[in-house]
C-alpha cells in the first residue's frame, strides 16, 4: 500500500533529448507527489511536485504529468543537458501521515554530450 | 525554500564508538525533521520523524535505542548512533518538514565505521 514504483532504473539520453521517468503508487490516500534530484554525495534537492488536482505542471523544462485513475505520474525532462545528469527520486505523501514522503527506487540519468 | 546543514558532512569512527550528527534549519522553524538513511545507490529509508519537544517517531524495523533522535529547538535535531558498528555506514540526511507538504533536505552526513 505504501509503495512507489519507479522506472527504469537507468536512463541514458542524448543531449537535447527528452528523459522521460515513471512512477505508479497503490495507495489512493497520497496527495502530494515531489520529485528531487540528486547528485553524488549530495542531499536531494526538491524540483517539482503536483497536487492530484492537475494533471500537469510545467517549470522550466520539467514537467510532471499526473493520471489520478492509473495512478501513475511522470517526470519529462525536456533539452536535456549533460548537468542534468543525476538520480531522480519520485515520492508520494499524505498529510494524514504526517507529511511523510514514500521514494521510488530512483533513476540514473545520464546526459550525453 | 528552507535551508538546511548537517554536521558533520563526514565522519569515520570506530566500532563501539557512538557518533552525534547535527541538523540544522538556518532560515526556518521546523517543528518537524526527519531522518533518512542511505546506502549506496539505492533510494531513501526514512528513518524517523523528530518533532520539537517531543519523543521522535520511528518507522518499523528502526531501532529507537540504537538511533537517538533529539529536536530540542525549532532549529536542531541530533541523531546519535550509539555502539556503532560497520553495518551503520551509510548517509545520512535530514529533511526539514513545512507548514505545507515540502520537505528540504540537508546535504547528508556520510558516516564509515571501522
Known amino acids: 500500500q505504501q509503495q512507489v514504483k519507479q522506472s527504469p532504473q537507468s536512463l541514458i539520453v542524448q543531449k537535447g533529448g527528452i528523459s522521460i521517468i515513471n512512477c505508479a503508487y497503490e495507495?489512493?490516500?497520497?496527495?502530494?507527489f515531489p520529485w528531487y534530484q540528486q547528485f553524488p554525495g549530495k542531499g536531494p534537492a526538491l524540483l517539482i511536485a503536483?497536487?492530484?488536482?492537475?494533471s500537469e505542471k510545467k517549470e522550466g523544462r520539467f514537467t510532471i504529468s499526473f493520471n489520478k485513475s492509473a495512478k501513475q505520474f511522470s517526470l519529462h525532462i525536456m533539452d536535456s543537458q549533460p548537468g542534468d545528469s543525476a538520480t531522480y527520486f519520485c515520492a508520494a505523501g499524505f498529510r494524514a501521515a504526517g507529511n511523510k514522503l514514500t521514494f521510488g527506487g530512483g533513476t540514473r540519468v545520464l546526459v550525453k554530450p | 525554500g528552507a535551508v538546511v546543514s548537517q554536521h558533520p558532512s563526514r565522519v569515520i569512527c570506530k566500532s563501539g564508538t557512538s557518533v552525534k550528527i547535527e541538523c540544522r534549519s538556518l532560515d526556518f522553524q521546523a517543528t518537524t525533521m526527519f531522518w533518512y538513511r542511505q546506502f549506496p545507490k539505492q533510494s531513501l529509508m526514512l528513518m524517523a520523524t523528530s518533532n520539537e519537544g517531543s519523543k521522535a517517531t520511528y518507522e518499523q524495523g528502526v531501532e529507537k535505542d540504537k538511533f537517538l533522535i533529539n529536536h530540542a529547538s525549532l532549529t536542531l535535531s541530533t541523531l546519535t548512533v550509539t555502539s556503532a558498528h560497520p553495518e551503520d555506514s551509510s548517509f545520512y540526511i535530514c529533511?526539514?518538514?513545512?507548514?505545507?507538504?515540502?520537505?528540504?533536505f540537508g546535504p547528508g552526513t556520510r558516516l564509515t565505521v571501522t
Open positions: 503536483i497536487r492530484p488536482d492537475v
Open positions: 529533511s526539514v518538514g513545512t507548514s505545507g507538504y515540502e520537505q528540504y
Open positions: 495507495n489512493t490516500a497520497f496527495d502530494y
